[in-house]
């Protein structure tokens, strides 16, 4: 199942995709313009995440960022809603850099939501091919994420990340 919006402009349509592959899970993939351990390292530096991962269309403002990322380390990230401050956080299951990070996500009442996500080569060095695997708790949990939009993968954010990887890719030797 296909949960892009219409809207979203094709190059993002094109490039970010997101399916339903059963109850429980959801896989997003995308190509990121940059070699994988940039890519891992923009994931796993709370100074370089905080610069892509809050889409600049949400209005949010991202208050804290902090990352251990590290087998047993956590992250958390507070965002000023306007009104209560709201916070993600989890912690990190697995680090295999620059392959691999596994994390939980436990802010949730309904359960634990395990994210998988991949850093693979793609087309020579300078490209990585991201695969996300959102394990939900339950059915019900991804129904309901999937109908509030609460999903945490918008193509706005990896398009930042994009912008971001540009920016350091031109300032850093390969």
Known sequence: MDTRNAAEATSTQDRTMIERTSEQDLIVSRTIEGRPALVFEAWTDA????????????????????IDARVGGGYRLTFDTGAEPMAFFGRYLEVAPPARLVW?????????VVTTVTFEVDQGQERTRLVIHDRYPSKEALDEAMASGAMNWNPETFDQLDEL?????SSTPR
């Open 165 to 169: 990887l540009a920016r350091l890719g």
């Open 104 to 112: 939980t996500n436990e802010e949730d009442e309904g359960g634990t």
């Open 47 to 66: 100074e370089l995440f905080r610069q892509w991962w809050v889409p600049k269309s949400f209005g949010l403002n991202l208050l804290s960022c902090e």
